[in-house]
């Protein structure tokens, strides 16, 4: 391939496709920040539900922690779109099969992290729901079970960022 310019080596769509990816990489950085800033805060149960904030999709009182935690998942649920549509550039893609799998993976990544944020939070919460996680888990007490949905977040938050 010596000699040959990048446009004939590299095809634009494929050159655009590793943009967007370089893209959801940064995105992913980002979330990951604001999950920092959530934690470093205390502001993880400043939102009593999920998925919803208060009941509603934007809750009407957005300062101090309601405002951190609301911008995570917002973060969050870009976040999602973005790896989502990467997934399925490269589905669609002339790409190797691996590539492919590696962009499905990230995408049920991603679901998986949201759903153990969205658990931690109802754990601490939800009355039904903690009284479920302590029968299953045979914890003492529910503090123990929002510490390990909480590792549990943040170290796939590390392994997301990987995939993306």
Same mark, same amino acid.
């Given at each position: ?27 992913? %950085? ?10 470093? +805060?205390?502001?993880? *149960?400043?939102?009593? *539900?999920?998925? +919803?904030?208060?009941?509603?999709? %934007? ?27 990467? $997934? #399925?550039?490269?589905? #669609? ?11 499905? $993976? ?7 992290? $949201?759903?153990?944020?969205? =658990?931690? %939070? ?7 729901? &903690?009284? +479920?996680?302590? &029968?299953?888990?045979? !914890? ?18 590390? #392994?997301? =960022?990987?995939? !993306?």
């Amino acid at each position: 391939m010596a000699g040959l310019t990048l446009s004939q080596r590299t095809s634009l769509p494929s050159i655009w496709l590793h943009r967007f990816a370089l893209a959801v990489a940064a995105m992913a %950085v980002v979330l990951i920040s604001a999950g920092a800033l959530v934690t470093s +805060t205390k502001s993880g *149960d400043a939102i009593p *539900d999920w998925p +919803t904030s208060y009941g509603a999709l %934007v809750p009407s009182y957005l300062a101090g922690g309601v405002l951190i935690e609301w911008t995570h998942r917002f973060v969050a649920g870009v976040t999602a779109l973005l790896v989502m549509s990467l $997934a #399925i550039w490269l589905a #669609i893609s002339p790409v190797p099969r691996w590539l492919k799998g590696l962009g499905g $993976a990230a995408f049920l990544a991603v679901l998986a992290q $949201a759903v153990l944020g969205g =658990l931690r %939070v109802l754990v601490v919460s939800h009355p039904q729901v &903690q009284a +479920t996680a302590l &029968q299953v888990t045979g !914890a003492p007490h529910s503090e123990a079970i929002r510490i390990a949905f909480a590792i549990a977040h943040a170290t796939l938050a590390q #392994i997301v =960022l990987s995939l !993306a």
